[in-house]
């Protein structure tokens, strides 16, 4: 079996999921009112606060929208007996993961693309000032952390063993990288025994968040860099600089293959220690 056969299969099963157009009508729901909030501002240069509010949503609806589709589509495979037939045919753990993560980023960006057209369409219509760029900034902004997102729900996926734990494992990461992690940040700078070391520290952390660090770069890439202060000074060259894109989507590669290939790991190690 073909890794583009587990997405054509991903794709059918998951456009007749009630699940994905219960999350696609909240969504979209969710989107045309962001929008409309921003309407009044024709352009996201210079960071306005309507900016940053309408980021801080999105960061807060979509990965838990993206953990919870993900960690569900490999946690029923395994529940529902579906694995045990599939993995009779020859396929390997890992290709079946990358053809599941092909799939969902389908559906997904599908859904961001019904979202945010319907929502720009609705603007038109009230005759709202809303932008091109705009709605392409955020439609971009949202499309990466989504697909970024699916990989980290794979990993949760292939951990559990159902339902029940692809939640509470989807939530618990949401929670930690979207709700407390300025807190976690604080409090791990504050107990520093250097200066020194504040800055180095800040920028792995912010890596090792993808949210934190897709909504950082996103910010510096439309010129608004300085709203984080001097310790990210570095970071504003290299992400406004010729290479910046380039950086930025190798990193983001190596959060999805990580995760991927970590979660094809463990999952062949249960399913060995299973067989013995």
Known sequence: MRILTVAQREIKLGFRNSWTYSFLALLSIFTITILLLQSGVATTEGYTDITGTVMNMILYLLPLITLLLGGFSVAVEKEDGHWGLLSTYPISTYRFLWGKWIGLITILLTMLLFSFGLAGIITVLFNQQLSIDTLIFFWLFSSILAIVYVSIALLIGALAKNRWQAL???????????????????????????????????????????????????????GAGSAFGADYDQWIT??????????????????IVASIYIGGFIWNRSDKNGRA
């Open 168 to 222: 509470i494992g989807g939530i618990g990461i949401w929670f930690l990288t979207i709700v407390i992690w300025s807190l976690l940040m604080i409090s791990t700078l504050s107990h520093l025994p250097s200066y020194k070391m504040i800055q180095p520290t800040l920028q792995v952390l912010t890596i090792l968040n993808p949210a934190e660090f897709v909504r950082v770069f996103s910010i510096m890439r439309i």
């Open 238 to 255: 290299w992400a406004t600089g010729s290479y910046g894109v380039v950086i930025f989507c190798g990193i983001c590669i190596g959060w």
